[in-house]
């Protein structure tokens, strides 16, 4: 069968679980030092761009936006968690699940897409950066590792490439702002 990307449902939560503990394990890719639940990891994510890769019906990847803010005139923006299982890194997974998110999250009207990455996460920053990403900041000393070391990270950003964008009036009506 091979490797297909789909939307993600609540069945697939164990899988997103236990990539997502993996990445809490390596240090490198999140804060948190606990998995949430399917409620609050439900709750924190939007509710469209939500896709998992899977090789022979096995998640191996997954990805999924946050808002980036509650005002209505920042709706088209929205930050990036993407986690691949350990065992099939750096074997361009990553790469085409995160292309494939950049290319719906425009079809849904999202005209920013951001990633906050721990500065020695070097294989993150090269994936972004090969997806069209860009450094735009340095966060010092911006969180906690799970040592309780202060880290600090890089914001990245990719602009919508599209002449216009197809904008949904439900996901971004300018005159209600």
């Known amino acids: 069968m091979g490797m297909e990307i789909k939307e993600l449902e609540k069945e697939?939560?164990?899988?997103?679980?236990?990539?997502?503990?993996?990445?809490?394990?390596?240090?490198?890719?999140?804060?948190?030092?606990?998995?949430?639940?399917?409620?609050?990891?439900?709750?924190?994510?939007l509710n469209f761009c939500r896709f998992g890769i899977f090789d022979d019906e096995k998640l191996i990847g997954w990805t999924a936006l946050t808002s980036v803010s509650s005002r209505c005139v920042y709706s088209g923006l929205a930050e990036i968690s993407i986690?691949?299982?350990?065992?099939?890194?750096?074997k361009g997974i990553g790469q085409i699940l995160l292309?494939?998110?950049?290319?719906?999250?425009?079809?849904r009207g999202i005209w920013t897409l951001q990633a906050s990455i721990m500065q020695n996460n070097l294989s993150s920053i090269n994936l972004f950066k090969k997806?069209?990403?860009?450094?735009?900041?340095y966060r010092e000393k911006i969180g906690r590792d799970k040592f309780g070391?202060?880290?600090n990270t890089i914001l990245m950003?990719?602009?919508?490439?599209?002449?216009?964008?197809?904008?949904?009036?439900?996901?971004?009506?300018?005159?209600?702002?």
């Open 99 to 107: 292309k494939h998110l950049i290319e719906q999250s425009e079809l």
């Open 12 to 45: 697939n939560y164990d899988r997103v679980n236990f990539i997502y503990k993996q990445g809490i394990e390596t240090n490198l890719a999140t804060f948190q030092n606990v998995c949430p639940t399917f409620e609050e990891w439900d709750k924190s994510h």
């Open 157 to 177: 950003e990719r602009r919508s490439s599209l002449p216009k964008l197809n904008i949904e009036e439900k996901v971004y009506d300018r005159t209600s702002c």
């Open 149 to 151: 070391i202060w880290r």
């Open 83 to 90: 986690y691949i299982d350990n065992n099939y890194k750096g």
């Open 131 to 137: 997806c069209g990403f860009r450094e735009v900041g």
